[in-house]
């Protein structure tokens, strides 16, 4: 059983995710307004966070960056009506962990809260390390990323994305792999959002710490 946070303004949609989530064994409260929402999921009560995006007084993107800069690492799924490429990767890119369109299916939302919800668990089991490879160093506790002595600033997917390549240094992997273990959504696979990102790492670790192998996906290569 998880303590789950629906921040939503549209009473209908609140109440139709607060049941479906209750009738699965887990705690809900609901808030309408973006400020009390940020208050709730600053808490520290919470296992994860269904967030709209259009709401009262503080817009979900809005909760979604002080959440993430006051340091809460709490799963966030994005739920809202506006579904452009833009918002999608405004959304990602501020830290949420997935990201919904409305209308939606509950059977959808729900597979996708049992996925965070699990990803959140595998993360308290691991231990407390660092991963250094070629000079580039990850503290995993702490979400720092450092570049021989010098910081970088990586956003959530950024680090999340460095990680995965860390941890399996010198294999390949498809862009199918990383778009599953790093966004978990079900991407148009000719999205481009994983190339996006290689490149982003690419200017933040170094131009050669990730290779590009032709047909088969990126590699860690330092």
């Known amino acids: ?34 400020r009390d929402g940020l208050d709730h999921a600053l808490s520290g009560d919470y296992d994860l966070v269904v967030l709209d995006i259009g709401l009262p007084t503080m817009d979900g993107f809005a909760v979604l960056e002080q959440l993430r800069a006051q340091g809460s690492t709490v799963p966030v799924i994005v739920l809202t009506a506006r579904d452009s490429v833009g918002d999608t990767v405004s ?9 919904m369109p409305k209308p939606f299916r509950f059977a959808e939302l729900m597979a996708r809260v049992r996925l965070r919800l699990r990803h959140a668990q595998d993360a308290t089991a691991r231990p407390q390390e660092s991963l250094d490879r070629g000079g580039v160093r990850l503290d995993v506790r702490t979400r720092r990323a450092d570049v021989g002595n010098r910081a970088v600033d990586l956003s959530a997917r950024e680090f999340a994305l460095a990680e995965m390549f860390m941890r399996n240094a010198g294999q390949v992997l498809s862009r199918e792999q990383l778009l599953d273990h790093v966004w978990g959504l079900d991407f148009d696979p000719g999205s ?31």
């Open 1 to 34: 059983m998880a303590r789950i946070l629906i921040v939503e303004d549209e009473r209908r949609i609140a109440s139709f995710v607060a049941k479906g989530l209750e009738a699965e064994g887990h705690r809900t409260t609901a808030v309408a307004d973006g």
């Open 91 to 99: 959304a990602l890119e501020g830290g949420a962990d997935d990201y």
């Open 192 to 222: 481009n959002v994983v190339d996006v990102y290689v490149g982003y790492l690419r200017r933040k670790l170094g131009a050669e710490s990730i290779e590009t192998v032709r047909g088969m996906g990126y590699r860690f290569a330092r």
